[in-house]
Each structure stands twice: as structure tokens, then as C-alpha cells.
């Protein structure tokens, strides 16, 4: 017999008497989930019969004897199920079930054993709630966190019919989205923020203060301190605001990216000691994480699988129903922990792969090759691991920190680094690349480096999907590393406001052509298709060098290098000097 099914139902032997099985039935010890009924096992598990109360009912008002066997009233062939079915398709089973049955005539029954091949009884099923678990179509939610992830969210389970509630501690913007002002750049976003705001199904305010809601998702940040840990504040402030509110048979669901174990080991024990529930009992805990492309957000959310797990089998049966009203694609974890691992597997790969085509920048360099030539030469014809392209850095709010979040989850053998943390290495001196790039063409022209004038065209994380996101743009991190070193630095964004560039602490320019003309040097680190205007370079001829570094290999070198007083650079590559 499994742990939890001993949680779930009294369970009893055929030779067990009728007197102690119902006195277990009404005192059940442990406590048991489903109570007035027994399952009969033998003694492998196997099902030889189930009770119920009113069996009991039919024995007591039949004189029979309560000493007798449990086997003599027990029914012999209930209504069961294979575990192999999906959620999905369980209460349609159970209907097709009853009615082939020709000895019952109700269109279900409550109870219903999940039989493993080998004919051991896996768990036990309560029609009532899978047909609650199943109707979230109109559940009410509320979505705490309010950014790049939980904003989308809201807006797109308004438009599936659910009322939201979206929290979020930041007064000015509550109430701006309450005023209908999207500020978040995605498309398709607006208009359908704007269709859920104008229907009365999204709300926005600062406080969690009301339990009218049955499904809570947390999409607050989980960002890395100073000292390169998991900084899990936002996450437990959610988790004891929620616990304050909670009300038995909710659904929690964590979306942030965490460290594995993070859901069952730190959130759920907040969420019950504040609300003096019992997870995966009173109420449901589920990690769902999000693994949408910022530019993609609402096509992605619309058609990317989502990862479900759960605190337990009925937690996953909960937070499947509620994501089925989302999306037409599930991929079911058997715990949290594996679907914690899925967010991280899938943001540390990329961040690897990107890695070492950068180390392979890096190396090149030694050689003044072209890395994108040598990747190109690479790939060619070749089917087996496409290698990605290199590039100045690898940013952006995920993938600059979830590997560090993978490599916090990793028990290290002594004198091992993670890869995870490796490959942010690697990245991380990709971003400055550029930066030597700079010093060198400062060296070749015999001038000091803070005398170079230098444009950075593509401040945001990156170009391509676009976005005008700059949280852990390499944009910025080449423009700090030159700024401390006396340079002057302006900067300039095909989709980044002139206001958003100069908060970021760069000065900003509006027009991009006397921008080039201006510059000594012009580094384009993302990879926007318009950063680059055809005839940009052609229009800014210099009347000295002029340094181009092609971080993206944007353009053509031959065509650059023909140029009178241009210098290419591009990763592991600068034009000689004569």
C-alpha cells in the first residue's frame, strides 16, 4: 500500500470483522482524507472489495452480525479505473463505466479505486472533486507580481473568461493599469490588457486583502543578491500575504523561476503556517513556470506546453484543470521538484550553448579569426549540433540569472565549478569584449582611450524578438566598463525611449546618422534589424578612423573594410592594421 493511500481511505482485510472495520471506518487512525469507506486489500494490495456506509446500513437494518467478516457485506466488484488514464479522461470513464453497469443506476459513483497494472490499488479517486478540479473555466484568480510575466498572464486569463485580480506593491503603477495605461511593450499585449480591463473581468491593486479568489499565482522576482544567491523576499512576502487569506480547497501556483526545491521545501510550509492549513489537503500547491520569449509573449503563451507539477497527485489534478482553461498542451510532472528543474534545464542550456560559442569568440581572437566565419564553417553541411552564433554578451532578466539559480540548486563535488556558473563567466567577459575591442583601436590610433568618442547602437538586452527591456542588457555592462574608463559614451535604440536610455545612465541620442559621424567609435551590440540602416556608414564617411565593431555580424566586413578610414571588428576579429 502506497504512503498516500494510507493518507487517503481506511483500508481492511476480508477476514477483518464487520464490528472493527466500521469502528475504524467512523475513527479512522491516522486521520484519512475520504472517510465511510474501506478499501479490502490482500495482502499483496490487490482489491478484493469495497465498503461503504451505506453497506453498513444495508447490514445493521438486516439484523445482521457485526462479527462476522467484512467480506460478507463487502461489495466484490466496484466500479475502478487503470492508472494509465489521464485526468482528462477519467470522469468520462467513469460515466461509460456506470453505464455498462447493469446494477446501478446513478450516472456515477463518488468512490472510485486507480488500479496499477499488477491489480495494486495506486490511489482512490473522489468524483466530487475531480468534476470541481476539472470546472475552473470561470475560477476567479489573482496574479501577485505584476512585470514582464505576471501582467501578460492576467491579461490573457481575462480573455479565457477567469475574473482577475492582479496585485502589485508598486502604488503608481496599480494605478495606472486601473486607468488603462499598458506601459509593458509586447505585442498583442495592449489590446487584449485593454478587452479584459473594458469587460470587467481584470482589476489591479496594491494589498492581497480578500480570500474571494480560488487560484493564486505568484510571478514576483526571484533575483540574485550581491553575494550571487537566491533572493527569495518578494517570494515569501507572496507566500505569507496568500496564507493570511487562504481558504481550504484554493490553488497556489508559483510561477517565478526558483531553486529546486524551493516550492515544497520553503513556499508551502509559509503558506500553512500562516493559514493554519495543510498543503496538498486543505488546499493545493503547484509550480507551473513561465518559458516565454519576451517579444513572443502572448503567441507563446497561447501555444507553449505548460509545465505542471504538484505538491502531491491530487495537487497536479487541481493546477491541470486550472492550466487547461490556458493552454491546449500540458507536460505533467510526477513532482515539483522535476518541473523546478524543467525552467532551469531549459534557460542553463541556452545559456550554455551561447557560452561556449563566445569562449570560441574568445579564442579566436588569439588568432584574429572571424568567430562567425569559423561557426558558419562549422555548421556547413554538417547535421549533428548546430553550434550557435557568438555574440557581446548574453543578457536579459532570465538568462542572466536563472543558470545561477540552476548552479545554487547543485551539490558541487569538491573543486568543480557548475556549468551554470561557468557559462555566465564566459558571457560575462563576452559582454566586455567590445571593451577591448575599443582599447585597442584607442592603442592603434596612439590616443588614450577616454579620448575616444564612442556610440553603442542596441542598448536593450536584445534585438531580435524586439523588446525595449534592459534589465541584464551586455549593452549596459560594455557602457559602465567604458565609462570607468573616462570614455565618453552616448547610445542609441531602435525600440528604447531616449528617457529609457538616459535613466539607464547613457546619454542618449535622437538621430542616429550624425550620431555615426560624430563617434570614433560605433559598437552595435543587439542584433534590432533597424539599428543598422543600409547606407549608415556609407553617409558618415570619417574624415579620421573609425572603429565599427559588428557584434551581430550585421553587416558586410569586405564592404566596411573598402571604406576609406573604417576599421571592422566583429567577434574574434579586427581589421589589421597596415
Known sequence: MTRELETLVVTATKNDSIDSVVRQMANPSPPVRYKGIALVLDENGRLDGFLTDGDVRRAYAADMDFSLSVSSIMEIDPITLPSSLTVDQVIPEIHRRVR???????????????????????????????????????????????????????????????????????????????????????????????????????????????????????????????????????????????????????????????????????????????????????????????????????????????????????????????????????????????????????????????????????????????????????????????????????????LSKDPLLYSASIRLAENRVALGNAGRAVNGDAALYPVSIVKRFAKRMKRPVEDVNVLIVGIAFKGEPETADLRGSSSLTAAAALVSLGVQVSGWDAVVSLDAIEAAGVQPVSDLATAVSEADAVLILNNHRDNVPDGIFVIANPAKEKLVFDGWNQLDKREIEQLDGYVYATMGYMTPAE
Request: with cysteine; charged share 20%; hydrophobic share 40%.
Open 100 to 398: 455498462a453497469s447493469d446494477r446501478r443506476t446513478a450516472d456515477f459513483v463518488r468512490f472510485v479505486p486507480v488500479l496499477e497494472e499488477s491489480g495494486r490499488v495506486a490511489t482512490i479517486y473522489d468524483y466530487f472533486e475531480l468534476a470541481s478540479e476539472l470546472d475552473y473555466r470561470s475560477a476567479p484568480v489573482t496574479v501577485i507580481g505584476l512585470g514582464f510575466v505576471g501582467l501578460p498572464l492576467a491579461a490573457y486569463l481575462a480573455t479565457r473568461g477567469h475574473p482577475v485580480t492582479g496585485v502589485d506593491l508598486n502604488d503608481n503603477l496599480v494605478a495606472e493599469l486601473n486607468q488603462g495605461i499598458c506601459r509593458l511593450d509586447e505585442p498583442g499585449l495592449e489590446d487584449m490588457f485593454r478587452n479584459g480591463l473594458n469587460a470587467g473581468r481584470m482589476h489591479f491593486k496594491s494589498e492581497l486583502n480578500s480570500n474571494s479568489s480560488d487560484v493564486y499565482v505568484v510571478a514576483v522576482g526571484t533575483p540574485i543578491d550581491e553575494n550571487g544567491k537566491p533572493d527569495l523576499s518578494a517570494l515569501e512576502a507572496s507566500a505569507r500575504n496568500i496564507g493570511k487569506v487562504l481558504k481550504s480547497g484554493d490553488l497556489v501556483i508559483i510561477r517565478s523561476t526558483v531553486p529546486v526545491g524551493t516550492t515544497r521545501g520553503f513556499f508551502a510550509p509559509i503558506l500553512e503556517t500562516e493559514s493554519g492549513l495543510v498543503a496538498g489537503e486543505d488546499f493545493f500547491v503547484s509550480f507551473a513556470p513561465e518559458r516565454t520569449a519576451e517579444g513572443r509573449v502572448v503567441q507563446e503563451l497561447r501555444t507553449l506546453p505548460q509545465i505542471v507539477g504538484g505538491y502531491s497527485s491530487s495537487c497536479l489534478r487541481r493546477s491541470s484543470g486550472f492550466w487547461s482553461t490556458v493552454s491546449a498542451s500540458q507536460v505533467q510532472m510526477e513532482t515539483l521538484e522535476g518541473a523546478e528543474l524543467v525552467k532551469l534545464a531549459n534557460n542553463t542550456f541556452r545559456d550554455l550553448s551561447f557560452a561556449f560559442s563566445n569562449e570560441l569568440a574568445l579564442l579566436a581572437d588569439n588568432y584574429n579569426v572571424d568567430a562567425f566565419e569559423i561557426v558558419r564553417a562549422a555548421n556547413e553541411g554538417y547535421p549533428r549540433n548546430p553550434i550557435s552564433m557568438p555574440s557581446p554578451g548574453v543578457g536579459g532578466y532570465c
